[in-house]
């Protein structure tokens, strides 16, 4: 398999090659040439362990490594002992036709540890192999920075330093990330507000001088292989749900970055039988937009609204990328002269284009949820069978339930559990979520992190006083 960018300014590269990079040279993400067709293996992957599917899609992508390196990556990443079950990313049905699909239940109760947790294997395996180390520069207002920092911690050739904002995320989360104690990983809290976090990264990683220097990595939600390794679970998904390879399903997705939701549509490219991709938002509903106008407006920072779906709250969509190159033919002047707009006018428009026809055939539709479309669902659910639904798949729910269709099996992904959230769990229903044994009392374990004003410079002083 081979890798371009989107933007088509790249050497053709291998998957171990674009394994440890963020954006690719020329500014777009990183693509395979092509999404290889699995429909007459289908069948034979029913029976298949999370592990062993995990090992299936992830050898066609990544075909320049050993398959036994493979196999025992993912075979160490994917067990009961850090996903909670046999089955990893169990279902249950929720009403008659719609199913959750649950991804919550690894080490931060977010559906990123599936992609982070492997993620962390195969950065240290090129690691070693190449003998390197990387020091991981990253901004979180939650989920992502707590699942890169438990998949990386204890990692003798890495360091993470993760910018979060001071005063600014919940305890649960902040105790999630600072009572690491790992000698590895540095909590940097930032006097200010998550974009200030962001532009701080931003900025440091756009020096490529101090970046080469002292070998500053990324984990974000561009990286290829966590896209990949979320394609996984809609296989998984599918067949739990269905009996033979002749049923068709569709999935509600709760999206920001649009990276979960890209990852399905690689699984409907690759010939799994899914109808439709519906993409759940929360009031930041930039997405909701273009699938329902074909204008693909960003917004301003200050225009995101602070929600009570957090891990939704996004003003670009920064994986809509590769969804829309493959809308454009895969050409990537077309797509260059997209992003120029954006760049110039702040959006683009593909309705009066030949490019919406695409889309249209493309499986997918949108919907969009509010904090009370957020907390009626949360408590509607609860008053029916006693399942706390967590804020991001109560939006999923929502949007789910409006755009379902007769005999189609609706998966719902649940993308974190409601332990995480219990402020908006206590306004929907009036009590606290149930935590998972592990994390009773953790906001009293002592935490570690560094104070720090929103400055440049002392943010680099930092990094370069304790970057491997
Ligand atoms: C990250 C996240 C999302 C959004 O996922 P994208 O891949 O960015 O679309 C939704 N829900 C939760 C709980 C998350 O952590």
New binding site residues.
């Given amino acids: 398999m081979q890798y371009l960018s989107t933007r088509g300014k790249m050497a053709p590269a291998r998957f171990r090659d674009i394994l440890l990079e963020g954006l690719a040279p020329d500014g777009g993400l990183v693509v395979p040439s092509r999404y290889p067709r699995v429909d007459s293996l289908l069948a034979g992957w029913r029976g298949l362990s999370y592990a062993e599917l995990a090992l299936e899609v992830l050898s066609l992508y990544a075909d320049d490594y050993e398959r036994s390196e493979l196999a025992r990556l993912v075979g160490a990443t994917y067990v009961p002992a850090v996903f909670g079950s046999e089955e990893i990313t169990p279902s249950v049905q929720i009403e008659p036709g719609m199913h959750l699909l649950q991804l919550?239940h690894g080490p931060t109760l977010?559906?990123?540890d599936i992609a982070m947790q492997l993620l962390g294997s195969l950065f240290e395996a090129e690691l070693d192999r190449r003998q390197e180390v990387l020091n991981i520069l990253g901004a979180t207002s939650?989920?992502?920075g707590s699942a890169a920092e438990v998949a990386l911690r204890g990692r003798a050739r890495m360091r993470v330093f993760m910018l979060s904002p001071l005063g600014r995320m919940s305890a649960f989360q902040r105790a999630q990330m600072y009572s690491l104690l790992d000698e590895n990983i540095f909590n940097l809290a930032i006097e200010g507000s998550f974009d200030d976090c962001q532009d701080l990264v931003k900025a440091i990683g756009s020096d490529l001088a101090f970046k080469r220097r002292h070998r500053l990595g990324a984990v974000n939600?561009i990286n290829w292989a966590r896209i990949v390794a979320?394609v996984v679970y809609y296989f998984r998904g599918y067949f739990s749900v269905t009996k033979d390879e002749s049923e068709v399903v569709d999935f509600c997705?709760?999206?920001?970055?649009?990276?979960?939701?890209?990852a399905g549509w690689i699984a409907r490219q690759m010939g799994l039988p899914i109808g439709r991709l519906v993409v759940a938002t929360n009031e930041n509903d930039v997405l909701d937009e273009f699938f329902r106008s074909g204008r693909y407006r960003v917004r301003a920072g200050k225009e995101t609204r602070v929600t009570s779906?957090p891990?939704?709250d996004?003003s670009k969509?920064?994986?809509f990328e590769r969804f829309i190159f493959d809308m454009v033919d895969r050409d990537p002047q077309v797509l260059r002269e997209l992003w120029w707009q954006i760049d110039t006018e702040g959006c683009f428009d593909l309705k009066d284009t030949p490019f919406w026809n695409a889309v249209a055939a493309s499986g997918f539709v949108s919907g969009r949820s509010n904090h009370a479309d957020r907390l009626a669902t949360i408590r509607g659910q609860f008053e029916r069978d006693g399942r706390v639904l967590?804020p991001?798949?109560a939006d999923g729910v929502k949007v789910a339930r409006e755009l379902r269709r007769e005999k189609v099996p609706m998966i719902c992904l649940e993308?974190?559990l409601p332990a995480?959230f219990s402020e908006t769990i206590r306004e929907a229903i009036g009590r606290e979520p149930d935590r998972p044994a592990a994390f009773v009392g953790i906001e009293d374990l002592p935490q570690r992190f560094e104070q720090l004003p929103a400055d440049l410079a002392r943010v680099r002083e930092f990094v370069q006083t304790h970057a491997l």
């Fill in positions: 919550s977010a559906f990123k939650g989920d992502t939600s979320q997705v709760p999206s920001g970055n649009f990276g979960n939701v890209l779906s891990s939704m996004i969509a920064s994986n967590d991001h798949t993308t974190a995480k």
